[in-house]
Every structure is written in structure tokens, then in C-alpha cells.
């Protein structure tokens, strides 16, 4: 199986799309992550919700978890403010990653390899530059878990 047969539909954001819209996509969809496009639409990387939770959890807390248990709840709760007026680029590292791409062609063990080398758990299938889509890790599971 290829990567152009493996490619499911998948959204896709832009790095100045509205950060709020983009993680409750994220959220309502309970997706892994998002592709992130730069201002032509190819692929600039790709916006992991494990990202995104490190981008809203303050720093304090990640340094220290043992804080999380005394902190208001109510203040836990305006934890998402943090993205209003925000981008979809604030959240992403100051370096992005390596670009998690994958040609149309490749094989389910070249995808499983790229997915393995850059911790990401999805990668863009493109063709011709433009993106067909994505595989996910769970995706990828099943299919090689399915039977033969």
C-alpha cells in the first residue's frame, strides 16, 4: 500500500489563521495534529496538540507539576484565553521540526519510518507539491494491523 492509498482528508491551516479556530478544530475532531501551511498553501509543518497543550500550560507549572494541584480551578479554566489574538505561528517553536512529508508513492514502511525518525504523529502525503492529505499513526496501525 502507498501513501496516496494510506492519505485521508485533512485539515489544513495557514501559519496567520486564528489560533483559537485551530485548536477547536484540534479539539472537536480529536485530531493528533494539524498541517500547517505557509501563505502559498505548500506544507510548512505540522502543529501537534502536544504542542499545543505545552503552549497553554505556563511554564511554571510545566517546570513544576506539583503546582497544577494548588491552582485555582477557575483560574485552570481561563488557561485558553492565552490564545485569543494569537496566530496559529505563536504556537509553533521558534525551529520548526522537519517537515513530516511523504510522497505519494512511498510505502507503508517509508511512511512508518519517517513517522518513527521525527516523533510526529502524522505525516503529509504530497503529489506533484500539492497535499493529498495525511496519514496518521493510528491510521497507519490499523492498516498494518489489519489482517492479510
Do not use: W
Request: charged share 25%; glycine share 4%; proline share 7%.
Amino acid at each position: 500500500m502507498h501513501g496516496q492509498q494510506m492519505a485521508e482528508d485533512f485539515p489544513v491551516v495557514s501559519l496567520d489563521d486564528d489560533a483559537r479556530k485551530a485548536v477547536e478544530l484540534l479539539a472537536s475532531r480529536r485530531l493528533p495534529g494539524l498541517i500547517v501551511t505557509n501563505e502559498d498553501g505548500s506544507p510548512y509543518t505540522v502543529l501537534p496538540a502536544s504542542q499545543v497543550v505545552q503552549f497553554l500550560v505556563p511554564s511554571y507549572v510545566q517546570d513544576d507539576p506539583s503546582l497544577a494541584r494548588v491552582i485555582d480551578e477557575s483560574l485552570a479554566d481561563q488557561i485558553a484565553d492565552k490564545l485569543a489574538g494569537v496566530t496559529v505561528r505563536r504556537l509553533l517553536p521558534a525551529r520548526p521540526a522537519e517537515l513530516p512529508v511523504v510522497k505519494h508513492d512511498d510505502t507503508a514502511l517509508e511512511i512508518a519510518a519517517i513517522m518513527a525518525r521525527l516523533r510526529c504523529p502524522l505525516v503529509v502525503v504530497l503529489k506533484d507539491r500539492k497535499i493529498l492529505g495525511a496519514v496518521t499513526a493510528s491510521r497507519l496501525l490499523e492498516l498494518v494491523m489489519a489482517p492479510h
